[in-house]
């Protein structure tokens, strides 16, 4: 059972490029999130997906783009990569309904040169 | 929106000692969760507890949603507690949780 999974876990770019994180999860859960975690911001919001085609803004969504076109896979693009964007995201998912547990991916640290 | 605030930020302990987490809520929440950021970076979910109490091991939570508040009960720590707790709750019939900053244990030998 492999759960949510994040790849690649580590990633270095450069300022300017795009760059992609896939987020995958098993367990054909409804809900996906993509946050980003910084020193001092704890863990902020970026794109959350209610379903498949279904996708919505966050607290922190400039310069990212997401889409899902299938269930298990919720993938955040940025489109073009700043220094600000160097972080420590985490994707996570849980199924239809307010009152479940949400569930975290192991994490990807991105660092923009 | 609602807000999350946790207590202490931070939280220094010997192995053995026992420590409470306080978290606020500014408004009523139906999906209240704890969780424990270990020092690797993983996010591992405790407690989902919108009010009540549950036990888990040495963890225990309780959450008196009448008062917006939440619990969280550590007993005989080990060095392998430290790391950042975070709640998180939602409203009714919110899509997404808000999360508090966090507070950071550290559990010495």
């Known amino acids: 059972d492999a759960g949510i999974t994040q790849s690649p876990r580590y990633k270095i770019t450069e300022t300017g490029r795009q760059v992609t994180l896939m987020c995958h999860q098993t367990?054909?859960?409804?809900?996906m999130f993509w946050y980003r975690q910084d020193l001092g911001h704890g863990l902020r919001l970026i794109y959350y997906?209610?379903?498949?085609?279904?996708?919505d803004k966050g607290e922190v969504p400039d310069g990212y783009v997401v889409s899902r076109s299938k269930t298990e896979n919720f993938p955040l693009t940025l489109e073009s990569a700043t220094r600000s964007q160097t972080s420590v995201y985490f994707c996570?998912?849980?199924?239809?309904?307010?009152?479940?547990?949400?569930?975290f991916g192991p994490g990807t640290r991105l660092l923009v040169l | 929106g609602i807000q999350v605030e946790q207590s202490p930020p931070d939280l220094i302990l010997q192995e053995g000692a026992n420590s409470t987490l306080r978290c606020n809520f500014s408004?009523?929440?139906?999906?209240l969760q704890w969780f424990h950021q270990n020092p690797w970076g993983q996010l591992i979910n405790l407690f989902y507890?919108?009010?009540g109490t549950k036990q888990n091991g040495r963890l225990s939570a309780t959450t008196v949603a009448t008062e917006r508040y939440s619990l969280l009960y550590i007993s005989s720590s080990q060095t392998t507690d430290s790391g950042v707790y975070f709640c998180?709750?939602?409203?009714?019939?919110?899509?997404?949780?808000?999360f508090g900053q966090g507070t950071r244990l550290t559990i010495n030998p």
């Open positions: 996570a998912s849980r199924r239809t309904g307010s009152q479940e547990t949400q569930y």
């Open positions: 367990w054909s859960h409804s809900y």
């Open positions: 997906s209610a379903a498949a085609d279904i996708t």
């Open positions: 408004d009523s929440v139906n999906n």
């Open positions: 507890i919108p009010s």
């Open positions: 998180a709750g939602g409203g009714q019939g919110a899509q997404k949780l808000v």
